[in-house]
């Protein structure tokens, strides 16, 4: 394997550990917020389902099963690394498996920034529903979930152009 091709691996590793990261918290995240919703009273979970839903297209169960495949992929992708190093080449299916798993990368930067975006405005949302509805101390919890899941799909965004960008090349596309 030329050193080109091996540093590319090594670049796309060290990328996509930082996404796998960073997804993993946003997916824990996910389930934390559902966890939390579900005990709240039924008016705050039906507000917070719409909301999520109308904002971004798909409620948090969808959200989690979407992230947890996008990991899903992306372990496949670093298989098929370790395979390339392994071998000394990209075999035709790994490099057709990165270039797929590069593609789903890109196309999902821009819905889950658009999830992004509305998670940095959830917290002024969640913040008019009154108390006697939405106890404090559940409020602050979800509150701390909601910020936590921000900072992680933010740096998991920063991660997944370099991720791939490097997928589709050692699959084979130009660069």
């Known amino acids: 394997m030329n050193s080109d091709v091996l540093l590319l691996c090594e670049r796309t590793e060290r990328s996509s550990a930082a996404v796998l990261e960073n997804l993993a918290h946003i997916e824990a995240t996910l389930r934390d917020v559902q966890d939390k919703l579900a005990t709240a009273p039924f008016f705050v979970r039906a507000f917070a389902s719409s ?21 899903a992929a992306i372990r496949e992708a670093q298989e098929a690394i370790v ?6 080449s990209v075999s035709e299916a790994d490099g ?25 405005k959830a917290p002024d949302k969640i913040k008019i529903v009154p108390a006697g509805l939405f106890p404090a101390g559940q409020r ?20 997944m ?13 130009p660069a």
Do not use: K, N, Y
């Open 161 to 173: 152009p370099d991720l791939a960008a490097s997928l589709r090349t050692l699959g084979g596309e």
């Open 96 to 120: 057709a498996a990165m270039r797929q798993v590069g593609e789903r990368v890109a196309a999902e930067q821009s819905r889950l920034a658009a999830l992004v975006g509305f998670m940095q």
């Open 51 to 71: 909301e999520v839903s109308r904002g971004t297209g798909q409620d948090i169960t969808a959200w989690t099963q979407a992230v947890a495949g996008l990991m």
């Open 83 to 88: 395979r390339a190093q392994d071998a000394g």
């Open 140 to 159: 602050d919890e979800v509150l701390g979930a909601i910020a936590r899941q921000v900072t992680a799909m933010q740096d998991a965004l920063a991660a």
